[in-house]
């Protein structure tokens, strides 16, 4: 037996093949049009000549600040003014080696870093670290402004404590005498040495850096002199270094006049 057909069967039927019939077939996924292929191409091209042409980035340095009031280190040091003292030298000789950056000595701010190397030895007087920092590493520039900054530095402190800075103020001479080919300035320091830290608690060299230095100034009569008092006043006594003496007091005597 045939069953009866709804009464909107043949409509419903009908309207299907037409929405069929009006809806375009579908692309199949994960595949995209082939006009943007070559734009995305073009693209990546385009990104690339631009990154060719842009400049290489280069790491900027960030400037040394002044160094805090002592005031305030005293406070911050929390009873370890040693302690501190150290990290404001490791903060400040770090300085020059910071990220992806290296800054030449003589692009630093030498009153910036000068104010660093005051500030730890006011926290720490029996401290070395400032004054051999600034004798043998930032004295050690081409530009002889910032490295007499830095040799008077070492003058003026080692003032407070001849014994025991020494060495910094002898290692100052030499570079005046060497370097900076300033004769009286190395003699300034010179005669420091061995007016100030005792001539007994010098080794030779010390004692005799004045003698040499006048003795480059073509100032003779004033080694002379000097050797002379190094004799006279009883601190030399190694046999030696009197024999030494005694032989440089030789050779610069004038020489006897021909008969």
Known sequence: MTLPLPPDAGRSASS?????????????????????TPLLLLAVLLQGLWQSVQPAPRAQAAALQPAPPLALLQLASLGEPVALAKALMLYVQSHDEQAAVSIAFG????????SWLQASLAL???????????????????????????????????RADPQRRWPWLAHAALVARHQLHDMALAR??????????????????????????????????????LIGALIASGQIRDPHELAFLAQRLEQLAPPHPKR
């Open 16 to 36: 299907s093949q037409q929405h069929d019939a009006a809806t375009p077939p579908r692309r199949p996924p994960g595949r995209m049009p082939r006009w943007l």
């Open 124 to 158: 720490d007087p029996r401290s070395q670290y400032p004054l051999l920092a600034a004798s043998q590493v930032y004295a050690a520039v081409s530009d002889p402004v910032r490295a007499r900054l830095m040799l008077d530095f070492v003058y003026d402190h080692y």
């Open 107 to 114: 692009a630093l701010d030498y009153p910036r870093v000068l």
């Open 188 to 225: 300034r320091y010179a005669e420091a040495l061995r007016t100030q830290a005792g001539a007994a608690q010098l080794p030779a060299w010390a004692r005799e850096l004045e003698i040499f230095i006048a003795a480059d100034m073509d100032q003779a009569e004033s080694a002379r002199t």
